[in-house]
């Protein structure tokens, strides 16, 4: 089975599906942020927790190399869980990311003013196989399996089914969530040039996990300036959305991504 990472003893090992396209040898936004998320979650208070806000900073390239993980409690309360995680190569932190688990309750009552809940899902049922090679819809267009066609300064969304962050361990919906939210910088950068702008962390807030293998991603605003992006994208599901995602980037022109090649 296809997954981003094998393990060997307390280290993992990048697979060739985890290569990012902007270099060869250098690790890509979802996988790091499933491999993060994991180790967090092994850290969870229990199931009665959500992981409300999950940030990941990466601020060194990850290598095409062994890497290890650590993580600690900064804060176990009775209703607010703060856990911080770092990967780490070479004895040098290159990310790291922090989860804040929130205890769910009753909700409050009364009337809340929310936005329209315009999120496309694709007709197409879901592939019990993770992995599957994700559909994205361009402006008002259908659902295509066709990068090219997203080479335009339209509206884009993406729906995927995520690989398994390591080989032989289940895909869990915390994981499954943190690696499509990487797909911000994606949905929001993306424009009739390719991509040229490159993330340098994604920020996840999310009032429930997803339920099933699809995560919508839907663009929802794009702010740039000076060489600095910031995009903002819908998390959602089958059964109605998830949370946001944030990301900001920084110009990458001169590593400026042909989505059309591929």
Request: proline share 7%.
């Amino acid at each position: 089975m296809l997954a981003f990472f094998t393990r060997e003893g307390e280290q993992f090992l990048p697979t060739r599906v985890a290569i990012s396209s902007w270099s060869p040898t250098q690790v890509s936004g979802p996988a790091i942020c499933g491999l993060l998320a994991r180790e967090l979650e092994t850290r969870s208070p229990g199931q009665e927790f959500v992981p409300a806000r999950f940030t990941v900073d990466m601020f060194s390239p990850v290598a095409d190399e062994p890497t290890s993980l650590r993580s600690a409690v900064v804060r176990e309360g009775k209703r607010i869980c703060v856990i911080d995680a770092e990967l780490v190569q070479h004895d040098e932190v290159r990310s790291r990311a922090t989860v804040v688990y929130l205890r769910t309750g009753e909700v409050p009552a009364g009337d809340l003013w929310q936005p329209g809940r315009d999120l496309p899902v694709p007709d197409i049922p879901d592939t019990s196989e993770s992995g599957a090679h994700p559909l994205f819809k361009i402006g008002d267009g259908a659902w295509t399996r066709e990068f090219a066609a997203g080479q335009n300064a339209e509206r884009k969304a993406i729906w995927q089914n995520m690989l398994p962050v390591v080989a032989g361990d289940p895909v869990t919906p915390f994981q499954r969530a943190a690696m499509a939210g990487d797909a911000a910088s994606f949905m929001t950068n993306w424009g009739s040039a390719g991509i040229g702008y490159i993330n340098s962390d994604v920020t996840l807030a999310l009032a429930r996990l997803p339920i099933g293998p699809g995560i919508g991603v839907l663009a929802q605003d794009q702010v740039g300036a000076a060489g600095i992006s910031v995009g903002t994208v819908a998390l959602y599901d089958r059964t109605g959305p998830l949370g946001t995602a944030v990301v900001t980037a920084v110009s990458n022109v001169w590593r400026q991504v042909d989505m059309s090649r591929f």
